[in-house]
Nanobody, 122 residues
Framework: QVQPVESGGGTVQAGGSLRLSCAPS????????MSWYRQPPGKEREFVSA???????RYADSVKGRFIISQDIAKDTVYLQMNSLKPEDTGMYYC????????????????WGQGTQVTVSS
């Protein structure tokens, strides 16, 4: 079992920045893709950004040019640097770790964190 643990959320004014972190707790590790999702108040969870195990990155159109995803492989940690924050970025941010079992086909196991709240005031 892999349990992602997020940190770094908080309240910031529009135009400000925050950096979220996510790392798996415990001693269980896996080859993984790591991604961020968010759930705005009253809305469904939506994709924000991902970094695959080969280092390739993806972003939602709404955050391109403002958010940067990165990882520290030695620390097994993924970061989401959020710049030029807008009130519409407000929401609970969740980290997802997708463990990859390489075979034919590749098996994927998804693990979600509990989330960290980001609030952007206007």
């Amino acid at each position: 079992q892999v349990q992602p643990v997020e940190s770094g959320g908080g309240t910031v004014q529009a135009g400000g920045s925050l950096r979220l972190s996510c790392a798996p707790s415990g001693d269980t590790h896996c080859t993984s893709d790591m991604s961020w999702y968010r759930q705005p108040p009253g809305k469904e969870r939506e994709f924000v950004s991902a970094i695959d195990n080969d280092g390739s990155t993806r972003y939602a159109d709404s955050v391109k040019g403002r958010f940067i995803i990165s990882q520290d492989i030695a620390k097994d940690t993924v970061y989401l640097q959020m710049n030029s924050l807008k009130p519409e970025d407000t929401g609970m941010y969740y980290c997802k770790i997708t463990c990859l079992i390489f075979g034919h086909p590749v098996e994927k196991f998804h693990y979600w964190g509990q989330g960290t709240q980001v609030t952007v005031s206007s």
